[in-house]
């Protein structure tokens, strides 16, 4: 069975960093695509980073380029998502995904997190 786990969401400031984690088991990590999403209340949920396998290829939104950084370490089962310059409006719940691809389409991914709640104040 496959199980997906974040931590490291939290409430902070708007400029602050936060750094997600992802542990992942149940599956051959280093063989699947992982990805970040997030959704805020009565919309849908919206793509943030993902990364490739071997951790060499990553694509991000464009709402988060050159704030977020996405990473994996395969050794550990684990794929990060690090914010900076956090803003009021990346207040959401943030997902964790495997078994999709780094286009980053929720309908590609099978498996899911139960979500971190990041809430940034202004």
């Known amino acids: 069975q496959v199980q ?7 409430l902070v400031q708007a400029g602050d960093s936060l750094r997600l984690s992802c542990e992942a088991s149940g599956l051959t990590f280093r063989r ?4 970040w999403f997030r959704q805020v209340p009565g919309k849908e949920r919206e793509f943030v980073a993902a990364i490739i396998w071997s951790g060499t290829s ?3 939104a464009d ?3 050159g704030r977020f950084t996405i ?6 089962n684990t794929v990060y998502l690090q914010m900076n310059n956090l803003k009021p409006e990346d207040t959401a719940v943030y997902y964790c995904a ?3 691809n ?3 389409r929720p309908a590609d991914f099978g498996s899911w997190g139960q979500g971190t709640q990041v ?3 202004s």
């Open 32 to 35: 699947y695509d992982m990805a």
């Open 4 to 10: 997906l786990v974040e931590s490291g969401g939290g």
């Open 71 to 76: 990473s994996r370490d395969n050794a550990k």
């Open 102 to 104: 780094i286009r980053g």
């Open 63 to 65: 709402s988060v380029k």
């Open 58 to 60: 990553t694509n991000y």
């Open 98 to 100: 495997g078994g999709g």
């Open 119 to 121: 809430v940034v104040s």
